[in-house]
């Protein structure tokens, strides 16, 4: 019975951890290349604008969006 339990507890925590490792992909476009890249964090500079709405849950989705976005496919 302890073990169930303690098996429980140890994939409720798991679980838990997971979800709250969630990570968001940027299209950004850097200000001087006019190149838009994507990345996985948050632009902090004020070289990279994030493009659109340019915030995806997948890397697969950032570059299906990207390749839509008009200012990434002009150069």
Not at 19 to 44: G, M, N, S
Request: with cysteine; net charge positive.
């Amino acid at each position: 019975m302890k073990k169930l339990l303690l098996s429980s507890v140890v994939v409720a925590f798991s679980v838990t951890s997971a979800l709250a490792q969630t990570t968001e992909f940027y299209v950004v476009r850097d200000t001087t290349t006019k190149k838009c890249t994507i990345v996985d964090k948050k632009p902090t500079t004020t070289t990279t604008t994030v493009v659109d709405n340019g915030i995806f849950k997948t890397r697969t989705e950032a570059e299906t969006g990207m390749k839509t976005m008009k200012v990434c496919t002009e150069n």
